[in-house]
């Protein structure tokens, strides 16, 4: 894609610091960090989300990940790891390349999760995961 930011990393078009370089993933530092050594994972080939990347492409890229979790959170002296990717713009995805961020996180950060988690109604549960199911 012509367009895509990404794809013009991978190509050296623009520069990013590179962490890893396979013949599939690529893989950089974020230039807007979360936190110290925020890495970001992509596919070499362009796909736009978790939808439509191959699986195959996706396996390596998780198995990549990984090895590169593990060497990010040392790295830094992280605490912990957070994985995270968004697909679709209400999820938060701006750049319509697949990605996968490794964010590191430290105690007393002031990062938190899941604001505005709820329950189920009664039966809910059970008819969203028949759903769900079904269309597996």
Same mark, same amino acid.
């Given at each position: ?8 990393i991978v190509a050296g078009e623009i520069p990013a610091e590179r962490v890893y ?8 530092? *974020? /230039? ?5 050594? %925020? +890495?970001? &994972? =992509?596919? $070499?080939?362009? #796909?736009?989300?978790?939808? *439509? /990347? ?5 396996? %390596? +890229?998780? &198995? =990549?990940? $990984?090895?590169? #979790? ?67």
């Amino acid at each position: 894609m012509t367009d895509c930011l990404f794809c013009k990393i991978v190509a050296g078009e623009i520069p990013a610091e590179r962490v890893y370089e396979d013949d599939t993933v690529f893989a950089f530092l *974020d /230039i807007h960090p979360v936190n110290i050594g %925020h +890495t970001l &994972v =992509i596919p $070499k080939a362009h #796909s736009t989300n978790l939808y *439509d /990347i191959p699986d195959d492409t996706l396996a %390596h +890229t998780m &198995v =990549i990940l $990984k090895k590169l #979790s593990i060497a990010v959170k040392e790295a830094v002296s992280a605490d912990g790891i957070n994985i995270e990717m968004n697909n679709e713009p209400v999820a938060g995805q701006i750049i319509f390349h697949t990605h996968l961020h490794i964010v590191p996180r430290f105690s007393g950060d002031g990062f938190t999760h899941w604001h505005g988690a709820r329950d189920y109604r009664e039966g809910e549960a059970s008819e969203i995961a028949q759903k769900i199911s079904t269309l597996l």
